[in-house]
């Protein structure tokens, strides 16, 4: 079941992120950041455990949202909790009128089962870039850009 976090559960949900940073498969985020952007956050529950997790992030006036930190713990992957967040971003940016859904990626191909297109990171604005500067990959990016026009 996918809900929007609540407070109690942001260093739940930090502990799900940066353990899969350790893997290079996300972004590593501080547990400010998590509350900070506790109302972008959605979890996918098994029970009470938080399995699953992801943010859409408002980028500003362009109607553009990004998707961001969609990890699902390694015991519930294959059976679709990370189709079912993404696809519940895209619901919400339908719902608050943004057009389009990018994501910064490891792993391109999962997005483009979900029918996102791969894009040169450099058509991004730049206020996007603003996290770069603290990501251990600066100047390097080894993330993939992807986008979806949300219908």
Known sequence: ???KIKIDKA????QL????AEQGKVLERSLNYIYENIRDF??????ERIVGCCSLHIVGWQSLAEVKSLIVDSDFR??????????????EAKI???SKVFALTFFPIFFKKQGFELIDKNSLP????????????FPDCKE????IEVK
Not at 17 to 20: P, Q
Not at 144 to 147: L, Y
């Open 1 to 3: 079941m996918i809900k």
């Open 78 to 91: 294959k059976k679709t909790i990370g189709t079912q967040l993404v696809q519940d971003c895209i619901k």
């Open 42 to 47: 959605r979890v996918y529950l098994e029970g």
């Open 11 to 14: 260093k739940e949900v930090q």
């Open 144 to 147: 993939e850009a992807v986008i």
């Open 96 to 98: 608050l009128g943004v």
């Open 17 to 20: 992120i940066n353990s899969a």
């Open 126 to 137: 730049h206020k996007i870039w603003t996290e770069c500067l603290n990501c251990k990959y």
